[in-house]
Antibody, heavy 117, light 108 residues
């Protein structure tokens, strides 16, 4: 099970940190992702971290502003979001990458981020 | 940049009809394409991975196939609960993971 938290309303230029609490599987075995969905829009992949946190990658739209991290001892995934703009307003989902495959097989329910003055 | 283009944008069908959804990659990519179903207010749900393998719990009426850079999701006979938005997704070079824009299957 994946449970996101940390969303809310934030002013442009400010920061927010999202959290995803993981239970029910061995967290340290899986790559983990953040995927977002702007209101009325499609899915946009945001970031990935490897199972041990040793590597990460980002969509060009967030590179340099967002940082994905994980705490394998505490079974949590994080997304630090800085310099937020209105274009970052979305539902943010954490998702598990299938073991040795490239699909996302477990998703959280999402947390809403609204960037507005 | 790899782009996944889904067609059509909207598919209007009646329960019991066959639905055929397409996803085309802008360049030659792996066969590791996935399909997701999303209903309003819900998170996406994995249906198909590796182009044609059903995820756990995916009904048999859902099937996936590939021909070159063209991928197809077929729903053999639409049930009322199948009316939703469907996304394809693939791992690529840049960005490393890509979604199509989605196809809405609506009740005619």
């Amino acid at each position: 099970q994946l449970v996101e938290s940390g969303g809310g309303v934030v002013q442009p230029g400010k920061s927010l940190r999202l959290s995803c609490a993981v239970s029910g599987f061995t967290f340290s075995t899986y790559g983990m992702h953040w995927v977002r969905q702007a209101p009325g829009k499609g899915l946009e992949w945001v970031a990935v971290t490897s199972h041990d946190g040793s590597s990460e990658d980002y969509a060009d739209s967030v590179k340099g502003r967002f940082t994905i991290s994980r705490d394998n001892s505490g079974n949590r995934l994080y997304l630090q979001m800085n310099s937020l703009s209105a274009e970052d307003s979305a539902v943010y989902y954490c998702a598990r990458q299938q073991y040795v495959r490239d699909a996302f097989d477990v998703w959280g329910q999402g947390t809403v981020v609204t960037v507005s003055s | 940049e790899t782009v996944l283009t889904q067609s059509p944008d909207t598919l209007s069908l009646s329960p019991g009809e066959r639905a055929t959804l397409s996803c085309r990659a802008s360049q030659s990519v792996s066969s590791y394409l996935a399909w997701y179903q999303q209903k309003p207010g819900q998170a996406p749900r994995l249906l198909i991975y590796d182009a044609s393998s059903r995820a756990t719990g995916t009904p048999l009426r859902f099937s996936g196939s590939r021909s070159g850079t063209d991928f197809t999701l077929t729903i053999s006979s639409l049930e009322p609960e199948d009316f939703a938005v469907y996304y394809c997704q693939q791992r690529s070079t840049r960005p490393p993971f890509t979604f199509g824009q989605g196809t809405k299957v609506e009740i005619k």
